[in-house]
């Protein structure tokens, strides 16, 4: 009998182990993005950053905002950096010229910085954005969505009113509707393999079918 619960144990890590290598080869970079999305690697001092700010230094901040977001066209971390979820520095965006809502922030709030002008970081289920004196709210940017509210001081964590049914679309948008038909297929490879080693331990387990 310990021979089939050992089997299943061993089902589950490998599942976790493989997805965690599919989603990310190498690992380090959904640890890095963690540190970053609360440690963000603002860089006033980036070239980009520096002939972006001479651009938008005499428009009032919802024109600034809106020109740095129009020079970093929106894409998924799948088809930028080929992982479900990345958040990258200042360099890597120009690096790339475009990204998703990370990129964006990172950008802007580096431009406002070389600029000296005060901003927030806001952050939801879904979405990472930029806040500052005078800026209106929208349907996806407002503060009784964000589940963090961060400057340079401080930093209030909060229960946000989630939309579930965007959230939902947005991560299945995000993460399945953008990955690579390969990674899919190593998904569900996986998940075979896991149903599989389940099956086994079954058998072992003269045949009582258990949910783990």
């Known amino acids: ?43 006033p001092q980036a070239e980009g950053v520096q002939l972006l700010a001479k651009e938008v230094a005499d428009m009032d ?4 905002e809106s020109f740095i977001l129009k020079s970093i066209p929106y894409d998924h971390d799948w088809n930028v950096y080929g992982m479900p979820w990345y958040f990258p520095k200042a360099e890597e965006v120009f690096t790339r010229g475009r990204g998703d809502c990370k990129s964006r922030f990172i950008i802007t709030a580096s431009v406002f910085e070389n600029l000296d002008i005060p901003y927030h970081l806001h952050l939801s289920s879904t979405h990472v954005w930029i806040d500052y004196e005078g800026r209106k709210e929208t349907t996806r940017e407002n503060k009784e969505i964000a589940l963090l509210l961060a400057d340079e001081e401080k930093a209030e964590w909060r229960v946000p009113k989630v939309d579930w049914e ?6 299945v948008r995000s993460f399945w509707g953008n990955m690579p038909t390969p990674k899919k297929i190593m998904l569900l490879e996986g998940s075979v393999i896991f149903l599989l080693l389940n099956l086994l331990s079954v058998v072992i387990l003269d045949k009582k079918p258990e949910m783990i």
């Open 1 to 43: 009998m310990a021979e089939g619960r050992s089997l299943r144990i061993f089902a589950v890590c490998f599942l976790v182990v493989w997805i965690l290598f599919v989603l990310y080869p190498q690992p380090y970079n959904l640890f890095k993005s963690v540190y970053r999305l609360f440690n963000h690697p603002v860089n």
């Open 61 to 64: 901040l919802s024109e600034a």
């Open 166 to 171: 965007h959230t939902k679309n947005s991560f």
